[in-house]
């Protein structure tokens, strides 16, 4: 109607201020009596009302024009700037909804003592002793692949909006929100995962050697990390949630059902299935952490060292410290490979 709203400023504020303008009311009825007598009219009256229509459509024109011009606008704020509010404005939204947070806490719990209870307190025997430590370990990979890929996609479906509508405004950048929410998300994460590391690790009695424990706690959160990553891409290329789960779903079965535990043999057509699987690096390394040091005890009583008897479809050939470094590789590729897809999905419009 002539009267664009500038950028940075409340659409309510905007209008009110203009209906305080002098002649502006009679100029707003006056180009609405306009557009409708050109619906109503017919014959020679749509003649008289087209001058007025046609202006009223090309200041129509004008304003998406401007309006599209200020959503392709770059942001004022230098990056840092940008990332530092964001990451206030994120950390405030934990802050403001403490149920969030407890229930996140809680679930890891939870789980955390359901797993404890499951192997709580493990033997030391060569007929189960092994073999349990094994289940064990993979079902907590299982637990922290599933978790936080599902609370990632049912997150974005509310994170997508608002940042489509803010960013496309020219608030901030893609980049600079991405940022702020690896810096803000990340503590809470770690924090979850250790807190479910510290009750399992000790109910289900694994080596009790400090280093192994700082292992323990240090894979998992890598793998949680990734887990968290890889349900964010599941979410951002797929319309909604319900389409993100069925996708991610199918994926995280397939790397589980290669990581040597299920399978004895895996085929040679499946292994570079396993190869690409980061629960293969995580569960090599998890396995390797509690066997190197721990002594099984055959039915007679003889000492059997644990790393003996690990079947060999689970050993990759690599040490902790390799697994560990390609797992926190797997972890940055994914985080850059979810960011560069935010950036091309906003550029064209599909975000």
């Not at 909804?97 to 499951?118: D, I, K, W």
């Not at 599902?150 to 405004?169: G, N």
Request: hydrophobic share 45%.
């Amino acid at each position: 109607a002539g009267y664009p709203c500038p950028a940075y400023t409340n659409p309510s504020d905007h209008f009110l201020s203009v209906l305080k303008e002098e002649g502006a009311r009679d100029k707003l009825v006056a180009q609405h009596e306009a557009l409708a007598a050109k619906d109503l009219e017919t014959g020679d009256g749509n003649l008289t009302a087209l001058p007025e229509a046609l202006a009223v459509e090309g200041r129509s024109r004008s304003m998406l024009e401007q309006e599209e011009a200020a959503q392709e606008s770059r942001p004022d704020a230098p990056f840092v700037r940008q990332v530092a509010l964001l990451s206030q404005r994120m950390a405030r939204m934990w802050v403001r909804n403490p149920v969030m947070l407890m229930s996140e806490l809680a679930q890891y719990g939870f789980l955390a003592v359901f797993m404890g209870l499951m192997y709580l307190r493990l033997n030391h025997s060569t007929t189960t002793g092994l073999s349990d430590r094994l289940a064990s370990l993979w079902f907590g990979l299982a637990i922290l692949s599933f978790t936080p890929s599902y609370t990632a996609v049912t997150i974005w479906d509310k994170d997508r909006l608002l940042l489509r509508r803010e960013s496309q405004q020219g608030m901030y950048s893609i980049p600079a929100w991405f940022l702020a929410r690896t810096l803000t998300v990340t503590p809470m994460q770690i924090a979850q995962t250790t807190l479910f590391c510290c009750i399992s690790y000790w109910m289900i009695g694994y080596i009790g050697r400090p280093g192994s424990f700082f292992v323990y706690v240090l894979v998992y959160n890598l793998f949680q990390l990734v887990s968290e990553t890889i349900g964010m891409l599941c979410a951002m290329l797929t319309k909604n949630s319900t389409y993100a789960i069925l996708v991610l779903t199918f994926v995280l079965l397939i790397l589980l059902s290669f990581s040597g535990f299920l399978v004895s043999s895996i085929p040679v057509y499946f292994k570079w299935v396993g190869k690409m699987s980061y629960l293969t690096y995580a569960y090599t390394a998890l396995v390797q952490n509690e066997t190197q040091y721990l002594t099984l005890y055959t039915p007679e009583g003889a000492p059997v060292a644990a790393s003996t008897l690990v079947p060999s479809q689970i050993q990759n050939g690599l040490s902790i410290a390799v697994n560990c470094v390609i797992l926190a590789c797997i972890y940055l590729g994914s985080r850059l490979l979810a960011l560069l897809g935010l950036v091309v999905m906003s550029r064209f419009r599909f975000l």
